[in-house]
């Protein structure tokens, strides 16, 4: 199902995807600030439509937003479990840096906590890391 929110006119382009990072304090007296922070913290999206209606913003480059349709996309990471099934819902540990010697994107991604329920979307295939054997998962949260 498609989410409606706003977006920097340079940016609304279908297909682009972006992680929404959470409100920004220059916005706090916006009128348009629900539109636009409706999304949840930390989470990837993707443009799927643009939509016509414009309206100006103090905060974007250009001066403009432009309404859209975005849809949650899965994120990419690694998982230490030595089985993981689609479908199955585990809690994410970050593996710390010092033990991380592959990609630090996969093993501590932005945006994902420690302890926050994820869901299995897609099992991608064992990846390996330091002397550990890792899932590479798509997971949604």
Do not use: S
């Not at 006119?9 to 007296?29: D, H, N, S, T, V």
């Not at 689609?86 to 010092?98: K, S």
């Not at 991604?109 to 926050?116: I, K, Y």
């Amino acid at each position: 199902m498609a989410i409606i929110t706003l977006v920097g006119k340079e940016l609304a382009k279908e297909g682009m995807e972006f992680q929404y990072i959470g409100p920004l304090m220059e916005c706090r007296a916006c009128k348009l600030k629900n539109v636009c922070f409706n999304l949840d913290e930390g989470k990837w999206y993707r443009v799927v439509k643009v939509r016509d209606k414009e309206h100006d913003c103090k905060v974007h480059e250009g001066g403009k937003v432009v309404t859209v349709e975005v849809e949650e996309i899965p994120v990419e990471i690694a998982v230490d479990a030595k089985t993981v099934v689609e479908g199955e819902t585990l809690e994410f540990r970050r593996i710390p840096a010092r033990d991380c010697d592959c990609d630090p994107d996969l093993c501590a991604p932005l945006g994902l906590r420690d302890g926050t329920k994820v869901k299995i979307v897609k099992v991608l295939g064992t990846i390996k890391c330091g002397n550990r054997d890792l899932k590479r998962v798509q997971v949604t949260w």
